[in-house]
């Protein structure tokens, strides 16, 4: 089992910064691939962004492309998100998701709020 841990989140206004972090523990040698997801009120779930735990491969959906950047420190098991130029539709409850392998996300995170205000 992994268990991850979000952190990083709050309110900021519009075309502020913030940077998440996730604190994987557990059987972290099992994961692969990690992975932010957002969730705002009346929404699905959906991709932001992803990386492998050894840091390569970054891939961003294009709601945030040129505005994120997803990194880990493997050897703190921690993934992170930087926000740059936060709009308000970025508000929303973001995830941390990790996996073994094939794109799946087995675990979860409890997710951490971010309000994005103007």
């Known amino acids: 089992q992994v268990h991850l841990v979000e952190s990083g989140g709050g309110s900021v206004q519009v075309g502020g910064s913030l940077r998440l972090a996730c604190v994987a523990s557990g059987r972290t040698w099992d994961i692969y691939g990690m992975a932010w997801f957002r969730q705002a009120p009346g929404n699905e779930r959906q991709f932001v962004a992803a990386i492998t735990k050894s840091g390569t491969a970054p891939a961003y959906s294009d709601s945030v492309k040129g505005r994120a950047t997803i990194s880990t420190d493997s050897a703190k098991n921690t993934l992170f998100l930087q926000m740059d130029s936060l709009k308000p539709e970025d508000t929303a409850v973001y995830y941390c998701?990790?996996?073994?392998?094939?794109?799946?996300?087995?675990?979860w995170g409890q997710g951490t709020q971010v309000t994005v205000s103007s």
């Open positions: 998701a990790a996996g073994s392998g094939n794109g799946s996300f087995h675990w």
